[in-house]
C-alpha cells in the first residue's frame, strides 16, 4: 500500500455524495424490524436470475432481502449494469414507490433466496403503522434519488447547444421534478456530435432527448416529456375529491401534507414542477429550524416526498385553465380537457416575476433572460459578469449565489435603496460582497444581440447618464404578477389580479352565506387561497407554509357544513368590481 492509498483510506467521506453514506442509503433492518414487517407481506423462494420488477413499471411491490441477494441495474446508452446489490436485511426501491409514476430501474435476484413481498398497499400501511421502520426507509429513498441524480445513473440523455432556450426549459423541467439527467453540449461533446450523427441530425437542430425505451423525442413538450418518461400520473375523474390543491408552491404543498396526514382525499394539480418560485432560490437561510440554510428545491422535495407519504396524489404537468364555481363538487378544468372534482379547493398557484418593459426583451428569454437562479444557471455565467434587477430577498439571494460562480454581479434596483423588505443578512453580504455592486436609481435601458444576449445598458434614473456592457445574462426578480388569469367571473379579484380573502369579502362580493368568510376563505365558500396568490400576502416562505397549513382547519369546517347541505350559488358573478380581467 503507498502513501496515496493511505491518503485516500485516511480521508473522510463526502457527506454530499449519498453513496458515501452506506449505512443510510443501503441499511439493513434489524431482525425485530423485519419480523414485525413481515406482517404485511408473504414470504417467497426467488431462484436465481427471477426478475421482480422491470425499469418502466407502475405501482411495483416492496421487497426485503432474508437470503440470497437482488441486484439492481440500471440502463444507459452501454446497455444495463449493476448498480448496487441488496444483500441479508436490506430492502428494494425510492422514490417512485410512493407514487405511480415509471420506476427508472430492474431487479432481479443475483442468487437462489427468500424476500418479503410487500405489495404497494401494504407497503403505505407498514409506513404508517411501524414509524421506526418508515424512517429507515424514507431516508434511504431520499438519499437512493440523490445518488441518482449527482452520478447521472438510470438517467435519461439531452442534446442541446448550450444557449439553447428550449434545452435550458427541458433540463430545467427534469431536475426540478427529480429526474436523473446527462446534459451534453450539442457543440462541444464529441459523444453528443456522434449521437446526432447517428441519427442524420446537425448540432443546431435543437434539443434532443434520448428517453430510456430507445424513444428519441426531438424538442418535446414538458407534458410531452413527461408521458414519455413515466412522470405523468392520472386521476380518477369519477373521483371527487375532498380538497384539490391548485399549485405546488410552499403553501400548496403544506395544504396537501395537513389534508392527506389528517384523511382527506387529496389531489394536487401543478403546471410544472413542486417548489413554485420558492423552489428557484438557491438558498433559505431564515426559513425555521435550518440553521444553515436549505435550497429551495430541496424543502419542495422533502415536501412532496412527505405529501405523497401521507397519500396525496400529485399531478403534473397539468395545467388548470378555469373553475365551475356554479356546481358542487367544483369541476377544475384543464388545459387539456381533463375535468377534476373536488369539494374544496386551494388555490396555490402563486406569481410570476414581471419582465423588462423594453420591445426586445421577450426575443432574450431563455437565451440571456432568466427568472431563477439555480446550478444550472450558474453554470452558463461562470466567469461571466452578470445583471440582478430587483430588491427583495430573491434578487439578493439571487445575486449572493451567482457571485459565488461569476466574475461579477452588478445589482441594479429603482430605488434608493435595497427594498425594506429584504432581509438584514442578505444586505449585509450584498455590502461586504467585493463581487456584487449595488447599483441604485438604476434601471435597463436596453438589451442587444444577434440570436442570444450579448451587451446591456443602464440608465441612472435620476441623471440620466447610460453605461453598456458585454453582459450576455440578466436575472428578473421584479415584482409579482398573480397566477389568476384562470379565475375571473368565479373568485373577486383586487385591482391588481389577487384573490380577495377572510375579512376582504362581503355580499357585495356575491358571499351567499349568513357566516361571514372563514380566514383565507375566497368569495366563494370552500374556495382558499393561500401563498403569494392571495390579497396582501406576506412574501415569505415561512408564511406561505403557514398559510397552507392553517387552511385545512377551516376545510375541515366546510366539509362538515357541505354534508349537512350544499353550497348556495353566487348572489351575482364574483370578480366584477375590481377584479383583473373581470
Known amino acids: 500500500m503507498d502513501r496515496t492509498d493511505v491518503a485516500e483510506e485516511a480521508a473522510p467521506p463526502d457527506l454530499n455524495d449519498a453513496y458515501q453514506r452506506r449505512a443510510e442509503i443501503f441499511p439493513r433492518l434489524s431482525a425485530d424490524q423485519i419480523l414485525r414487517a413481515s406482517r404485511f407481506g408473504s414470504i417467497e423462494p426467488t431462484p436465481v436470475g427471477t426478475t421482480l420488477f422491470r425499469r418502466g413499471e407502475r405501482s411495483v411491490d416492496f421487497f426485503i432481502v432474508l437470503e440470497g441477494c437482488i441486484e439492481i441495474l440500471a440502463h444507459d446508452c452501454d446497455g444495463p449494469h449493476v448498480v448496487t446489490v441488496h444483500g441479508d436485511r436490506q430492502f428494494t426501491g425510492e422514490l417512485d414507490l410512493f407514487n405511480d409514476r415509471k420506476i427508472l430501474v430492474d431487479g432481479r435476484m443475483g442468487a437462489d433466496g427468500r424476500v418479503i413481498r410487500i405489495p404497494r398497499l401494504e407497503f403505505r400501511k407498514l409506513l404508517l403503522a411501524e414509524p421506526d421502520i418508515g424512517d429507515v426507509i424514507m431516508r434511504a429513498f431520499i438519499l437512493r434519488r440523490k445518488g441518482l441524480i449527482d452520478h447521472e445513473q438510470a438517467s435519461v440523455t439531452l442534446i442541446a447547444s448550450q444557449l439553447c432556450p428550449d434545452g435550458l426549459r427541458i433540463e430545467r423541467f427534469l431536475r426540478r421534478n427529480g429526474y436523473p439527467v446527462r446534459s451534453l453540449d450539442a457543440d462541444a461533446s464529441d459523444h453528443a456530435r456522434a449521437a446526432l450523427d447517428g441519427l442524420g441530425l446537425a448540432p443546431g437542430c435543437g434539443p434532443v432527448v434520448f ?226 455592486t449595488l447599483r441604485t436609481c438604476t434601471e435597463i435601458s436596453g438589451l442587444g444581440g444577434d440570436r442570444h444576449l450579448e451587451s446591456v445598458t443602464w440608465r441612472h434614473r435620476d441623471t440620466g447618464e447610460q453605461e453598456a456592457r458585454p453582459i450576455r445574462h440578466v436575472f428578473l426578480m421584479i415584482g409579482a404578477a398573480p397566477n389568476s388569469g384562470w379565475l375571473p367571473g368565479c373568485l373577486t379579484l383586487d385591482a391588481k389580479g389577487f384573490v380577495r380573502v377572510g375579512g376582504h369579502v362581503g355580499p357585495d362580493d356575491g358571499w351567499p352565506l349568513e357566516r361571514p368568510p372563514h380566514i383565507l376563505e375566497s368569495s366563494r365558500p370552500g374556495i382558499f387561497a393561500v401563498g403569494d396568490i392571495r390579497a396582501d400576502s406576506v412574501k415569505r416562505v415561512a408564511s406561505a407554509v403557514g398559510e397552507g397549513s392553517i387552511a385545512v382547519q377551516f376545510i375541515h369546517r366546510v366539509l362538515d357544513e357541505f354534508r349537512s347541505r350544499p353550497p348556495a350559488p353566487p348572489l351575482r358573478p364574483a370578480g366584477v368590481a375590481g377584479s383583473a380581467g373581470g
Open 211 to 436: 428517453c430510456p425505451d430507445d424513444e428519441v423525442l426531438r424538442n418535446p413538450s414538458n407534458a410531452e416529456l413527461a408521458e414519455c418518461l413515466g412522470l405523468a400520473e392520472g386521476f380518477d375523474p369519477g373521483c371527487s375529491y375532498d380538497v384539490a390543491v391548485v399549485g405546488a408552491g410552499p403553501s400548496g404543498l403544506a395544504a396537501a401534507v395537513y389534508a392527506a396526514s389528517e384523511g382527506l382525499s387529496t389531489l394536487v394539480i401543478e403546471a410544472e414542477a413542486p417548489g413554485g418560485q420558492a423552489g428557484t432560490s438557491s438558498k433559505i437561510e431564515n426559513y425555521l429550524g435550518f440553521p444553515t440554510g436549505l435550497s429551495g428545491q430541496s424543502l419542495a422535495g422533502r415536501a412532496q416526498v412527505q405529501a405523497m407519504k401521507f397519500g396525496a396524489k400529485i399531478v403534473l404537468p397539468r395545467t388548470v385553465v378555469g373553475i365551475d364555481c356554479d356546481v358542487h363538487p367544483y369541476r377544475i378544468l384543464l388545459e387539456d380537457g381533463g375535468v377534476a372534482l373536488a369539494r374544496t379547493v386551494v388555490i396555490a398557484c402563486g406569481a410570476r416575476y414581471r419582465g423588462l418593459d423594453l420591445p426586445e426583451a421577450r426575443s432574450y428569454e431563455g437565451v440571456g433572460i432568466h427568472y431563477a437562479a439555480t446550478s444550472l444557471e450558474s453554470r452558463l455565467c461562470a466567469d461571466e459578469e452578470v445583471v440582478v434587477v430587483g430588491g427583495g430577498n430573491s434578487a439578493g439571494q439571487a445575486a449572493v449565489f451567482l457571485s459565488n460562480h461569476a466574475k461579477h454581479v452588478h445589482m441594479l434596483v429603482r430605488g434608493h435603496r435595497l427594498a425594506d423588505s429584504m432581509s438584514d443578512y442578505l444586505v449585509g453580504r450584498i455590502e461586504a460582497s467585493a463581487r456584487i
